[in-house]
């Protein structure tokens, strides 16, 4: 059996609560591309900034969890043969699916009470 091949994607907010991964959308399908080359991942991410897309993160992963996220996600996923210079659409999304600054859950709001318990049994 094969070792997994070790690919690149790109992924916005990369390394925090919110990350994002680029996928390109073709009808009602959304497809990660999987490059073989960090090189040929890094070019594209540079396109994508040119096209006013938030910085994206050069990531090397397994293409057998890319292809179990897409599978969970029901994405497609593509492979890019090093060198295939793949181009983003001239047009993109005018909604995107993930939020650059998704809004995490406040904290409950507790009772006056509440805060002087917890600050006396921090005595304790």
Same mark, same amino acid.
């Given at each position: ?13 990369? /390394?925090? $609560?919110?990350?994002? +991964?680029?996928? +390109?959308?073709?009808?009602? /399908?959304?497809? &990660? ?5 960090? $090189? $040929?991942?890094? /070019? ?13 993160? &050069? ?20 492979? +890019?043969?090093?060198?295939? @210079? ?29 805060? +002087?318990?917890?600050? @006396?049994?921090?005595?304790?």
């Amino acid at each position: 059996m094969a070792a997994p091949k070790r690919v690149f994607i790109l992924l916005f907010n990369a /390394r925090t $609560d919110n990350p994002g +991964i680029h996928t +390109i959308r073709i009808g009602e /399908r959304n497809k &990660v591309l999987m490059f073989e080359s960090e $090189d $040929d991942a890094t /070019r594209f991410a540079l396109m994508l900034e040119a096209q006013d897309f938030p910085e994206a993160a &050069v990531e090397e992963m397994d293409s057998d969890e890319i292809e179990e996220f897409c599978q969970s996600a029901d994405y497609d996923s593509e492979f +890019i043969e090093e060198g295939m @210079l793949a181009m983003p659409p001239e047009t993109n999304v005018e909604e995107l699916d993930w939020q650059p600054e998704a809004k995490t859950p406040k904290e409950p709001e507790i009772s006056e009470l509440e805060r +002087i318990r917890r600050q @006396l049994e921090g005595l304790l």
